[in-house]
C-alpha cells in the first residue's frame, strides 16, 4: 500500500520514525526499499523491534 503523502514528504517522515525507534538502527538501504509504502516500513520496523504491528501503523499514521 503506497502512501503518497508518505513518500512526498519522506525526508521528514523518515526523520520522525527514527526518532520515535531511536534505539533502533536502520540502513539507508533498508528505508529505500520501504520509502512510501506503509506496509513495507511497518514490516521493517516489526522485524527490527517486535512491536506489534498494529501498534506501529498507528504511530506512523500519527505522523503523516
Known sequence: MATPRMNESWS??????EEIWSETEFTDR????????MR???ALIHEKTNEPKHEIFAKISAII
Not at 521528514?12 to 520514525?17: A, G, K, L, P
Not at 533498508?30 to 509504502?37: S, V
Open 30 to 37: 533498508e528505508m529505500k526499499k520501504a520509502r512510501g509504502n
Open 12 to 17: 521528514q517522515v523518515r526523520s520522525q520514525i
Open 40 to 42: 513495507k516500513m511497518v
